[in-house]
């Protein structure tokens, strides 16, 4: 209403049938579809190797003594360095295509998995290891039997924390250097002033955002049935 009413420009904003329009025209012409395609590739790799290279490491690192204090050193400081920071060295390697986004999605999304990993596995309640050790378990049987089961809540904690993570990088990436992409998609629309187009873009990256983490929610709420209900 107030943009129809000329109160706010619209290139600095824009009303929700405009944006809705606009979505429609973009879904209907297929023009949005090259780069919902790219940036799924680009989601997929990234966040997959994400998970497979996190959550194996940090089952080692978090039940293994040795391995964490390796690998700790040099995981805090990859860790406490913005991803950002490695942008250009990125570009540089792997060029503006497909794989430097997956090489940001990654970097972005496997230090929360990785970490909460890790403290998944260093605060299994020690009472069930004396426990399954007093039957005459082994150490693997305490692995797969205990340890694992006890630290998949905070694993999947961590997948949720990583797909925030690797939404960013999707965004971040193509906006720094892409030739497709959503956030190559929202660089151009805000480059040539299409709010309208801009808001369509953001509206995309957060919906998959919600629709990934209720599909992680689902899971966990699998792995939460053995928690007790808490009545005020």
Same mark, same amino acid.
């Not at 990654?106 to 596995?121: E, Q, S």
């Given at each position: 209403m107030v943009i129809r009413l000329g109160y706010i420009n619209p290139l600095? /904003?824009?009303? =929700? /049938?405009?944006?809705i329009s606009t979505g429609i025209d973009l879904f209907s012409s297929g023009a949005i579809y090259k780069d919902l395609r790219v940036s799924g590739i680009e989601f997929i790799w990234g966040? +997959? @190797?994400?998970?497979?290279? +996190?959550?194996? @490491? $940090?089952? @080692?690192? $978090?039940?293994y003594y040795r391995v964490n204090a390796?690998?700790? =050193?040099?995981?805090?400081a990859l860790y406490a360095t913005p991803r950002i920071a490695l942008l250009p060295l990125i570009i540089i390697w792997f060029g503006i295509g497909v794989f430097s986004k997956i090489a940001i999605i990654f970097l972005g999304a496997v230090? =929360? *998995? @990785?970490?909460? /990993? #890790? /403290?998944g596995m260093r605060t299994v309640d020690a009472h069930f290891i004396k426990t399954a050790r007093s039957f005459g378990a082994s150490d693997l049987q305490i692995f797969r039997t205990v340890a694992l089961p006890a630290s998949v809540p905070l694993i999947l904690t961590g997948l949720r924390l990583g797909l925030g993570h690797a939404l960013i990088g999707i965004v971040v990436g193509e906006l720094y250097a892409a030739t497709a992409g959503i956030g190559f998609f929202i660089t151009v629309a805000g480059a040539t002033f299409q709010t309208d187009k801009v808001m369509v873009g953001i509206i995309i990256i957060a919906a998959g955002g919600v629709l990934l983490?209720?599909? *992680?929610?689902? #899971?966990e709420r699998r792995f939460e049935s053995w928690r007790p209900n808490i009545k005020e």
């Amino acid at each position: 209403m107030v943009i129809r009413l000329g109160y706010i420009n619209p290139l600095f /904003t824009s009303s =929700p /049938t405009r944006i809705i329009s606009t979505g429609i025209d973009l879904f209907s012409s297929g023009a949005i579809y090259k780069d919902l395609r790219v940036s799924g590739i680009e989601f997929i790799w990234g966040f +997959g @190797l994400a998970i497979f290279v +996190g959550v194996p @490491l $940090g089952i @080692l690192m $978090g039940w293994y003594y040795r391995v964490n204090a390796i690998l700790e =050193p040099f995981v805090s400081a990859l860790y406490a360095t913005p991803r950002i920071a490695l942008l250009p060295l990125i570009i540089i390697w792997f060029g503006i295509g497909v794989f430097s986004k997956i090489a940001i999605i990654f970097l972005g999304a496997v230090f =929360p *998995i @990785l970490v909460n /990993t #890790i /403290t998944g596995m260093r605060t299994v309640d020690a009472h069930f290891i004396k426990t399954a050790r007093s039957f005459g378990a082994s150490d693997l049987q305490i692995f797969r039997t205990v340890a694992l089961p006890a630290s998949v809540p905070l694993i999947l904690t961590g997948l949720r924390l990583g797909l925030g993570h690797a939404l960013i990088g999707i965004v971040v990436g193509e906006l720094y250097a892409a030739t497709a992409g959503i956030g190559f998609f929202i660089t151009v629309a805000g480059a040539t002033f299409q709010t309208d187009k801009v808001m369509v873009g953001i509206i995309i990256i957060a919906a998959g955002g919600v629709l990934l983490a209720e599909c *992680i929610r689902l #899971i966990e709420r699998r792995f939460e049935s053995w928690r007790p209900n808490i009545k005020e």
